[in-house]
């Protein structure tokens, strides 16, 4: 019979949780950092260029963070380059908007004007998006952006 004071072994330990799909476990929080900051960097880079440069400054911070980090930091080179392209295509339509209002003669204003609004709040939200996905560790991709940097 069995000694009703023994032990049984302690049962094995659970294994890990599977990442969820789409999260890569290895990232560290650093690289989902600068992650964030390259996505976030184009809302600053707009608000400080606004008056002289429009469009183009919110290319200059996932510009920066991507040239600095591209060698060290795998997932902030990845993200930092849809930052990139993404505000590169938005710099590109602006400016074709703003061409079609000046060819018109300043008419075609009346249409390009509430575009041009209807777009920067996409963006926005798609930026705000893409910063917290980042921040998840979950690569995000920008719909309608033209990849020209790969």
């Known amino acids: 019979m069995t000694d009703p004071h023994e032990t049984a072994p302690p049962p094995p330990p659970a294994p890990p949780p599977a990442p969820t799909p789409g999260q890569a476990s ?3 929080a650093e690289e989902r950092q600068w992650a964030m900051f390259a996505h976030l960097s184009a809302l600053l880079g707009g608000l400080v260029t ?3 440069a ?3 400054g919110c290319f200059i911070g996932p510009l920066v963070i991507w040239l600095v980090k591209k ?3 795998p997932f902030v080179d990845d993200q ?3 930052a990139l392209n993404f505000n590169i ?3 590109g ?3 074709v908007l703003f061409m079609l209002g000046i060819l018109t003669l300043g008419i075609g204003f009346l249409i390009v004007i509430p575009l041009m609004l209807i777009i920067g709040v996409a963006a ?3 930026i705000i998006i893409a910063a917290i996905k980042s921040n998840e560790g979950v690569a995000y991709r920008y719909p309608f952006a033209i990849r020209l940097i790969k």
Do not use: D, P, Q, Y
Request: hydrophobic share 60%; net charge negative; proline share 0%.
């Open 54 to 56: 429009g469009s183009i």
């Open 89 to 91: 295509t938005l710099a």
């Open 124 to 126: 926005l939200v798609f």
């Open 80 to 82: 930092a380059k849809e």
């Open 50 to 52: 606004a008056g002289w």
């Open 93 to 95: 339509l602006f400016l």
């Open 71 to 73: 060698e060290t930091m």
């Open 26 to 28: 290895a990232i560290s």
